[in-house]
């Protein structure tokens, strides 16, 4: 696999020098993701990977059309298996179609939430919530499909996002130590595809404040005929002070409601996160999270999935954050979090885990969402 990999890199460069004799400018991006983490519940693993290799390429194809092609390499803590590389994104768009409109074509991240539509590297903490892996996989949503946003002709900024994919890949995972057909991308095509839509807004208090809000939905049928269907809320206010952030608070709220077999589950699931600048390269992160399963059944399904580890009735999770921004290229992450609310062999646990990231990138990344 690691020599698949090298091919499709190579190829990209070829790609790239003959676009160059082509007088076509190919902006290109390179970024890691490395993770140490170590836990003190013998049941969760505690490793030190490169998380996330990646590599992109963003160029315009003509002049109504642009494109992206990001390829990448993942590996999980815990992860025995080599996870194979892949194309992460590949997908079209253009802002020229429609006036104030945004068309995309291919594969990509869904365009919902907050933490959903950024790759990993770009959040602002190390990892997603408990919740947005059991509900979204461990990065979040990609699928193949159209996705189109309009931004509305009204007095206030609102914009209309709207998509549907295929949904045979809904959520995304790399944790390879599932025995086969245990994966959750689903084999098969689902019933009903994923479809889904986003209203936000956006509130500008000054050239450097502003705050945003969204209100998501997604649905689906799987394979099997079990529907799904997520409701969610997403906030963020956001203050700069030069190139920094003096402070950041963003949250989501979502529920899943599941049924299939005569059966209906609700599961809920929210974070809170705030974030403090020091100065330009200084700075504090805290961050609350909170999960409730609905049903003793969804709680077997995740035992198998964390290797042993199930949740009560409810987890709760504060964590600690201090960043170094050594610049818009390089950061590094220290975080420590406190989970209550795990079982292990029918005995309520906590579990303390400390992280160190580090995350750097080379070349022009694309302009990050506000």
């Not at 959903?116 to 997603?128: E, G, L, S, V, Y």
């Not at 206010?237 to 589950?265: C, H, I, M, P, S």
């Amino acid at each position: 696999m690691n020599s698949v990999f090298v091919l499709l890199v190579f190829t990209l460069f070829i790609g790239n020098a003959t676009a160059q004799s082509n007088q076509q400018l190919i902006n290109w991006f390179a970024g890691a993701d490395i993770v140490g983490t170590a836990n003190s519940e013998s049941e969760l693993a505690s490793d030190a990977i490169v998380r996330e290799f990646e590599i992109s390429a963003n160029s315009n194809i003509d002049h109504i059309w642009e494109g992206t092609l990001t390829l990448s390499k993942h590996q999980e803590p815990g992860q025995t298996e080599d996870s194979p590389a892949e194309v992460h994104e590949a997908f079209v768009f253009s802002n020229s179609i429609i006036e104030q409109g945004h068309l995309k074509l291919g594969k990509f991240f869904l365009g919902v939430g907050r933490i959903n539509r950024f790759h990993r590297h770009d959040w602002a903490f190390t990892n997603a919530p408990y919740y947005h892996e059991q509900f979204f996989g461990t990065e979040g949503v990609k699928d193949t499909g159209v996705e189109y946003s309009k931004l509305l002709s009204t007095e206030r900024y609102i914009n209309l996002t709207l998509g549907l994919t295929n949904g045979r890949e809904f959520v995304h995972s790399h944790e390879h130590d599932h025995e086969e057909g245990e994966e959750h991308e689903e084999m098969g095509n689902p019933h009903v595809p994923t479809h889904y839509a986003r209203l936000s807004s956006f509130k500008e208090f000054s050239t450097t404040e502003g705050f945003e809000y969204g209100v998501n939905y997604i649905g689906r049928t799987d394979s099997e005929g079990t529907s799904f269907s997520y409701k969610g809320l997403d906030f963020i206010f956001k203050n700069r002070v030069g190139k920094y952030v003096d402070t950041l608070t963003q949250a989501e709220l979502w529920q899943r409601t599941t049924t299939g077999e005569g059966e209906t589950t609700n599961d809920l699931g929210a974070y809170i996160y705030f974030e403090k600048g020091m100065d330009q390269n200084h700075s504090y992160g805290f961050r609350l999270d909170y999960y409730r399963p609905d049903s003793e059944e969804h709680d077997e399904e995740e035992e198998e999935h964390h290797h042993g580890i199930e949740i009560d009735d409810e987890l709760f999770t504060a964590g600690f954050s201090y960043i170094y921004t050594n610049s818009e290229f390089l950061k590094t992450r220290f975080t420590v979090s406190r989970s209550e609310g795990y079982l292990v062999d029918d005995k309520e646990v906590g579990n303390t885990k400390a992280s160190l990231q580090l995350v750097f990138s080379i070349g022009a990344h694309p302009a990050h969402l506000y």
